[in-house]
């Protein structure tokens, strides 16, 4: 069964596969949501990765003796999962009370996340916890891992969002990126000393987090006040998102703000840099809703602040708009040639954005998420852009590159002569229902259109564009109309959004007609009859 062959196919609710297959291939039944039954026959050596991912009415399934390979996340998400049972005969992989391991039980692969137990305790045979082992399990509230476990795999625990107590045992000497990730119960966590090696973003989204603390001996890691460090101090890996705290100086010590390390932090106002800190990672203040203040010390060779938002020292670019700020405009100031990726991501407060001239270079996403926004106002005298009825492009006009989200309008017409819809273009546009494409339009960007979750009916006014991922959302309650004659054309589409009901515009049908055939041969007195099917 081929890669992703009935992806995404959420009315189908059981299917029979003939003894003779031997591949169940990648993503072959990802996001079949209604799938309820399938049984494996003892033919299937196989199963690829994330190939039942997302089959969340999926309650059981069997694996029989003959598999001998199981690709990562082949069970990942599937909330009413209660048991994965194998053969005995399997000589590769076992269960145990319905939970899936290697055959030697040294390894957890894949807890059945639709359990309703709120603890649970790994058995101590096992070593390692198994990437997306525990990815999105609700009901688990305490997890028990034994002595002896040395790994804990990338996003083990991610989205636990019931988890409230965990130990890490003074074995584990590796835990992977977004191994907690949304755990937005876990108040407290020990890092023990015997860890090495820990993922980017551990502990993104943990909401309730307060406390961080790292076991005085760990020679890799350190903690002050409960947020993490690395052991020398001058990088800041993770602040602790649940703290009350309004404002946070850091530390003098540090030259280095992680990725990430202050995303999603709800709480605080203010946030002060020293004149130590040489590098802020990517995302570092993103989602931080509260935050009215980024202020930088005068003495900083790298980073600047003007009006408690961030930029480099020569603020020529602006980095972080601080999103908590009450302001309903914003100018950003001449000087500023470029605007980086994400800068004023989520601010809900803006309802304009003015872009002088200086500015050469717009990251992505600058401006996503800002759902207030109604206008980005571009200087006439701006060489790379401009803006038309309050929305980006490029100077040519030949580019969208972003909606004004705010906009209350319910219909859009893109103007004629744009041929490019960037990506993420209209992302997240909640009051859209009616968009039209001109015939010019020959590429539609990576989620240009995605989660515009009103829209029911895009009109295409010429040939298919090359739609890139996820560029238009794949529903069932949108509707794509394309021009008379052009279905061929918009074959491919078809199947790339199988979900969307696609119509010949005015209501009509077409018909792709056969060769003539002639059906009656002329005599010297009768004319003869030719027709097509």
């Known amino acids: 069964i081929g890669r992703g062959a009935f992806s995404g196919c959420s009315n189908l609710t059981s299917i029979n596969i003939p003894d003779g297959v031997t591949e169940i291939g990648n993503n072959a039944f990802y996001g079949c949501t209604g799938l309820t039954s399938i049984t494996i026959p003892n033919s299937v050596t196989s199963i690829g990765s994330d190939a039942f991912s997302y089959c969340s009415s999926l309650t059981s399934i069997t694996i029989p003796g003959s598999v001998t390979s199981i690709g990562s996340d082949a069970f990942s998400s599937c ?50 916890i198994g990437y997306n082992a525990f990815y999105g399990c609700a009901a688990l509230t305490n997890v028990t891992i034994p002595d002896g476990v040395t790994e804990i795999g990338r996003s083990a625990f991610s989205y636990c969002t019931a988890l409230t107590n965990v130990t890490i045992p003074d074995s584990v000497t590796e835990i992977g990126y977004s191994a907690f990730y949304y755990c937005k119960k876990l108040s407290s966590i020990t890092i023990p000393k015997s860890v090495v090696s820990m993922g980017d973003n551990m502990f993104g989204w943990c909401t309730s987090l307060v406390s961080i603390d790292v076991d005085p001996d760990n020679q890799n890691y350190s903690s002050i006040d409960g947020n993490l460090y690395d052991k020398a101090q001058t990088k800041l890996i993770q602040y602790a998102l649940g703290k009350k705290d309004k404002s946070f100086s850091i530390p003098l010590s540090v030259t280095d703000i992680g990725d990430n390390a202050f995303k999603d932090c709800g709480n605080l106002t203010n946030i002060n840099i ?87 270079e717009i990251g992505s996403s600058a401006f996503g998420l800002c759902y207030s926004l109604t206008s980005i ?142 059906t009656k041969n002329p005599t010297q007195t009768e004319n003869g009859l030719a027709e097509r099917t």
Request: with cysteine.
């Open 274 to 360: 020293p004149g130590s800190v040489t590098e802020i990672g990517l995302g570092a203040f993103r989602y931080c809703r509260g935050l009215t203040s980024i202020d930088v010390d005068g003495s900083n060779q790298s980073y600047s602040s003007i009006d408690g938002n961030l930029y480099d020292k020569t603020q020529t670019k602006l980095i972080q708009y601080a999103i908590g700020k009450k302001d309903k405009s914003f100018s950003i100031p001449q000087g500023v040639t470029t605007i980086g990726n994400s800068a004023v991501y989520n601010c809900n407060n803006l309802t304009s954005i003015t872009i002088p001239d200086s500015v050469t």
């Open 79 to 128: 909330a009413n999962l209660m048991s994965i049972d194998v053969d005995s005969g399997n000589k590769e992989y076992c269960s145990i009370d319905g939970n899936l391991y290697n055959k030697a039980q040294t390894k957890l692969i894949q807890y059945a996340v639709g359990k309703k137990d709120k603890t649970f305790s790994i058995p101590g045979s096992v070593t390692s």
């Open 377 to 518: 106002d571009v200087a006439g005298g701006n060489e790379k852009y401009c803006s038309i009825d309050g929305n980006l492009y490029n100077k040519a006009q030949t580019e969208l590159i972003k909606y004004a989200v705010g906009k209350k309008d319910k219909a859009f017409s893109i103007p004629q002569g744009v041929t490019t819809i960037g990506s993420d273009a209209v992302w997240n546009c909640n009051n859209l229902t009616s968009v039209t494409i001109p015939d010019s339009v020959t590429s539609i960007g990576s989620y240009a259109f995605a989660y515009c979750h009103n829209l029911t009916t895009i009109s295409f006014m010429g040939d298919a564009p090359e739609f890139k991922n996820s560029s238009i959302p794949d529903s069932s309650s949108l509707t794509a109309y394309y021009p008379v004659g052009k279905k061929e054309s918009y074959a491919a589409a078809m199947e790339q959004f199988p979900n969307v009901k696609w119509r010949v515009q005015g209501g009509g049908c077409e018909h792709n007609w056969g060769a003539w055939k002639i």
